[in-house]
Nanobody, 126 residues
Framework: QVHLVESGGGLVQAGGSLRLSCAASGRTFSNYAMGWFRQAPGNEREFVAAISRSGISTYYVDSVKGRFTISRDNAKNTVYLQMNSLRPLDTAVYYC???????????????????WGQGTQVTVSS
């Protein structure tokens, strides 16, 4: 079992920045590929970014490329999502997720993930 706890959400003006953190516990963190997803009101949950077990490989949805950066610190059992140039359309609950993955592989499909955090709210005002 892997327990995930997100933090760092909040209210920010358009153009601002936030850094989300997701702390993991329960298993060897470096055995898990990680992802960030988000769900806006009235919408389905969507993929945002993913990172491989080592952190070497990353992948982003087109709408956040160049603005968001996913990273991880395996010594701290934490994955991060640095969000810059935020837009009102980025408003959502952000979730981190974990999957016991294959080395070097990143996962972007929701169904592939085994463990989920409770989510953190990000609100971007115009």
């Amino acid at each position: 079992q892997v327990h995930l706890v997100e933090s760092g959400g909040g209210l920010v003006q358009a153009g601002g920045s936030l850094r989300l953190s997701c702390a993991a516990s329960g298993r060897t963190f470096s055995n898990y590929a990680m992802g960030w997803f988000r769900q806006a009101p009235g919408n389905e949950r969507e993929f945002v970014a993913a990172i491989s077990r080592s952190g070497i490989s990353t992948y982003y949805v087109d709408s956040v490329k160049g603005r968001f950066t996913i990273s991880r610190d395996n010594a701290k059992n934490t994955v991060y999502l640095q969000m810059n140039s935020l837009r009102p359309l980025d408003t959502a609950v952000y979730y981190c997720a974990a999957v016991r993955g294959v080395t070097g592989v990143i996962y972007w499909a929701e169904y592939e993930y085994d463990y989920w955090g409770q989510g953190t709210q990000v609100t971007v005002s115009s």
